[in-house]
Every structure is written in structure tokens, then in C-alpha cells.
């Protein structure tokens, strides 16, 4: 996948986590993820049609989604309850609405759905045979999350 | 939501296990799926972008995706493999992409994303607050399996 392509979401991602939540996250070392490789305990998708096809998920452990979406709404979040997952799906959403900005900007006609939430220790989000799925580490002061990157051109 | 956008998907997942699988499995009463309800053992699901937004669930049961992917194979699966994801995901897609067609054909415009398939036992899929989710329940002689539609019209 082209780095005109996959560079709008890594900077979208950096850019919500900053603006939105007021974090700086340290970014990891980039690296193709396996499809039996699990994500963590809570994981927004969404699914992008269009010229760029696939889906962006934002995936945390559970003491990072916390962390995280404290910072988003600006109070205190201790359990994972409905508005984790609302926080969570939303700043999934603007991750991906941010690159498609980008992306568009740039000629490529894309649309992305709406989010869905995954919760589950231990789950795994696989893509079709030939999909290939860069994950982008990121490590909180309460520990890791990670933007996956399942993406293809139109073929 | 309104009928015409839901019974497409609704006719399209028993024509995929009819004609894709060879089963005919038990429908029961389609009933609003709460935000906290699990899914099965294995999901796949396809965004919908355009007209008709949101996305599409096939969750199954272990033993259920065994023998419908069995079925669809045409030759025994016994263990919840790299195959099972594979072809639940294919399977969703279909399902999906038969209701797009109907659905283009009554002048919607939509688009699939490809599938992603969450493995792990006790997940739960969420969406975003203020779009339903109609949960068709079906019943095989390998257990229990449902098609979630998770959709709204384009505001």
C-alpha cells in the first residue's frame, strides 16, 4: 500500500489523540500484522468503500481505553461502560473522517461507515486473504493501543 | 428503518444459505438487539456507506459456523481455522452484496466495504447510539446463528 495512502491515517490518528484527548502517545515501530494476531480488550472499525477499500480499527487495552477516553471527555472514566464505547466508535469515526479529508483533497473518492465497537478479551479481527494489515504500536502512561490499517485499492 | 431497506438483506441471507450452503435453517421472530447484547463465537461484518449507512453482521455459534461453513465448503471443517474466518467473511459479503443489488435496482446508492470477521467467544459488536439494530435469530441442527442489521438511512 502506497505511503500517500497510509500516511493520512497515521497523521489522523496522532492528530485526534492530540487535539481530541490531549495525549502524546509514544508511536511504535509500524509492522504488518498476522491474521491470527489478536487486538486488545476494545476495538472501533470503520469500513472505508470507494477507491480505498477496507477498514481502520482503533484497538485498546482496557486500562488505555480508559485512560484515553478520560482525556477525551475530560472527567474521570473508570469502568468499561456505554460511553466507552461511544468514546471509543467516535474517535474511530474521526480518525477516519480526518483521512478521508486528506485523501480526497488528493482525488481519491472514498466514503467510510459508520463505526462498530468490538469488546472482548482476546478477540481478533481478521481480513480477507490478501488484505494486508499494517498495525502502528502506540504506548500510554497506561498502557498500549493500536491503529491497524487493513486497507487495498479498488481493484 | 423502513421494510424495503431491511427484507433485502433479510431475503439475501437465506438465499446464501439456501443456494451458497444448502441449508435451510429454522428463522425465528426478528427482535431490536440492545447495545450490551453478545454475539456468537464468530462475526463477520460488512459497512454500508451511502444512502443506506451502517453495517451488517453474520454471528455464529461455534458449533453453527462448523457446520455452515462445512456445508458451504463442501467438505468437513472441524476446527475454527484460518478456512472458517475466510468463509464467514465470504459469506457476509455475499449477504450483503445481494441486498446491495436489490437495493441499487430501487434507486438506493450504497456501497459494501469488504468484510472483517472478529473471532472470540462472548464479544460484543456495539454501534453508535441512535441506530438500531434488528437481530434475525436462526436455529440449525449445529445450533444457533443471527443476522444483525445495524442501519440507518443517510441524514
Do not use: W
Not at 22 to 36: D, I, V
Not at 128 to 151: D, H, K, Y
Request: hydrophobic share 45%.
Amino acid at each position: 500500500m502506497k505511503a500517500e495512502i497510509l500516511n493520512p491515517f497515521i497523521s489522523s490518528a496522532l492528530e485526534v489523540l492530540e487535539t481530541m484527548a490531549g495525549l502524546k502517545p509514544r508511536r511504535g515501530s509500524p509492522r504488518l500484522k498476522g491474521r491470527e494476531d489478536k487486538s486488545y480488550d476494545i476495538s472501533g472499525i470503520v469500513g472505508l468503500t470507494g477507491q480505498v477499500q477496507g477498514f481502520v480499527v482503533l484497538s485498546l487495552c482496557e486500562s488505555a481505553a480508559l485512560h484515553v477516553v478520560s482525556s477525551f471527555v475530560g472527567e474521570p472514566v473508570a469502568s468499561m461502560d456505554e460511553h466507552v464505547k461511544d468514546a471509543v466508535g467516535e474517535l474511530t469515526n474521526m480518525l477516519a473522517g480526518g483521512a478521508k479529508r486528506v485523501l480526497a483533497a488528493a482525488q481519491y473518492d472514498l466514503r467510510i461507515s459508520i463505526p462498530s465497537v468490538v469488546v472482548g478479551a482476546g478477540h481478533i479481527i481478521s481480513r480477507p486473504r490478501g488484505v494486508p494489515c499494517l498495525e502502528i504500536p502506540f504506548e500510554t502512561e497506561a498502557g498500549p493501543f493500536s491503529v491497524e490499517l487493513c486497507l487495498k485499492l479498488e481493484s
